[in-house]
């Protein structure tokens, strides 16, 4: 009992100081000319360099009377088939659902050159998905279409390309491995 007697009135004692007396003894001579302040928000472009990441916001255009849409991400090596990467969307379309797309690839533990695997996230028509995945990428030069995705048709957009030896060329389909966004409707 006098424990918590003893408790209480050391803080009491402690919540009548004036908080200055914190604050000066955390001072250090000269520091107190230095403020920050929150800057706005990021650009994807500042987000992409803070992360190493590669980043899309792409505005989408789809057929008048499409009920569901499909997005999904694909990869794909010289002469072979495509095949699933990273995260897929499939949702029903509403009159009010904004018609956007947002991907993002982040590698983890280095560049998208060295990373063993990458974080893929694909924000879009009011749905999320993300997952991690091996990088298909790794040990590849870099290079993506400027401005927009490169149209490669039947709803698919090649976004970047990875090149064997460092060669960065376009167009990216000509890339020894594509990533690409593969958008669907029914």
């Known amino acids: 009992m006098r424990f918590a007697a003893l408790s209480i009135a050391c803080l009491l004692v402690v919540s009548l100081l004036p908080p200055a007396v914190f604050v000066r003894a955390a001072e250090e001579p000269g520091q107190s000319q230095i403020t920050v302040r929150p800057g706005g928000d990021l650009t994807a472009q500042e987000l992409a360099t803070l992360l190493d990441a ?4 792409l505005n989408v255009s789809l057929p008048e009377g499409a009920k569901e849409v499909s997005i999904r991400l694909d990869q794909q090596a010289n002469g072979k088939d495509r095949v699933g990467f990273g995260a897929g969307i499939n949702t029903p379309l509403m009159a009010d659902t904004k018609r956007e797309v947002l991907i993002a690839i982040v590698p983890i533990g280095g ?3 060295e990373a063993e695997k990458v974080r893929v996230t694909i924000i879009g028509f009011g749905m999320v ?3 991690t995945d091996d990088n298909p990428l790794r040990k590849l030069g870099i290079g993506g279409p400027v401005g927009s995705p490169e149209a490669a048709g039947d709803g698919t957009f090649n976004l970047i390309g990875g090149y064997e030896g460092g060669n960065i060329s376009s167009p990216v389909s000509k890339a020894d491995r594509v990533i690409s966004l593969k ?4």
């Open 54 to 57: 590669h980043v899309w916001k």
């Open 111 to 113: 560049g998208l050159s």
């Open 129 to 131: 998905a993300s997952r």
């Open 183 to 186: 958008i669907e409707t029914r």
